[in-house]
């Protein structure tokens, strides 16, 4: 599996590799666990992986999202 550095990366990974579609509810949930700092999962992923990556994940979940709704103008490489 290549290193998850870039949303083209992520991307693959979580639709290609693991085969989860990207839909809206998935997105939409995982962006309210991911964002609540709080919560006994997302702690898990900072101590897993660190709060930077998640950072990269929220912004990637939000370029899915924004992409669902139809907007492909800002494809960043967050």
Known sequence: MRPLRTYD?????????????LTANYVAARLKE??????????????????????????WFEQAERELAGDTSSKDEA
């Open 34 to 59: 991911l964002r609540d700092t709080e919560n006994f999962d997302t702690k898990k992923f900072v101590g897993s992986w660190g709060e930077p990556h998640r950072q990269r994940v929220v912004a």
């Open 9 to 21: 990366d992520w991307k693959h990974c979580i639709t290609d590799i693991c085969k989860v579609p």
